[in-house]
């Protein structure tokens, strides 16, 4: 019976689950009794995983290191030397491509937030995919105009994030 625990710890590891604090050294007696039941039901199981879906050009993507970044622009980039010092009137000198990217527009974010969210994302398609809906200077364009109201920010970053998810 000890063959049949290492090959279902082994199994279970390599699905991301590990047995909880089961005795290593009992009996295969009390391993019979205690049957296949019993332990699994002392297995931890985990919490609900988290996982980032979506297309290949969203910004949940682009965020996850899955392909390299186009040349042109790279993650570290600051976005107003990317987008230009107008964008400085809304975000932080510091903030890169990456952390924009990164950015959680869905608690507390405004709608600024989400349009330099998608339209990076937006960037690397133009620049990343051949037929994105866009070209580099559009996106560009278009984030640049939008910064005059939230309004104007909304349906742009809507815009975008429409792209974002329809490309493939």
Not at 25 to 46: A, D, F, I, L, N
């Amino acid at each position: 019976m000890r063959f049949v625990e290492q090959c279902l710890f082994f199994w279970l590891v390599w699905f991301g689950v590990a047995l909880a604090a089961a005795e290593v050294g009992s009996s295969s007696t009390e391993e019979e009794r205690r049957g296949s039941h019993q332990v699994m039901s002392e297995m931890r199981v985990p919490g609900y995983l988290y996982t980032r879906t979506g297309g290949r050009c969203t910004p949940q993507y682009w965020s996850s290191g899955r392909e390299t970044w186009p040349s042109t622009v790279p993650e570290e980039s600051a976005i107003y030397k990317v987008f230009g010092s107008r964008v400085l009137e809304r975000y932080e000198p510091g903030m890169t491509l990456l952390e924009a990217i990164q950015k959680n527009d869905d608690i507390g974010g405004t709608v600024f937030t989400k349009l330099i969210k998608h339209s990076s994302a937006a960037l690397l398609n133009a620049y990343a995919r051949p037929g994105y809906r866009f070209a580099a200077w559009e996106v560009k364009t278009l984030l640049l105009e939008a910064l005059v109201s939230e309004d104007a920010a909304a349906a742009q970053a809507e815009h975008f994030a429409q792209a974002n998810s329809l490309c493939s």
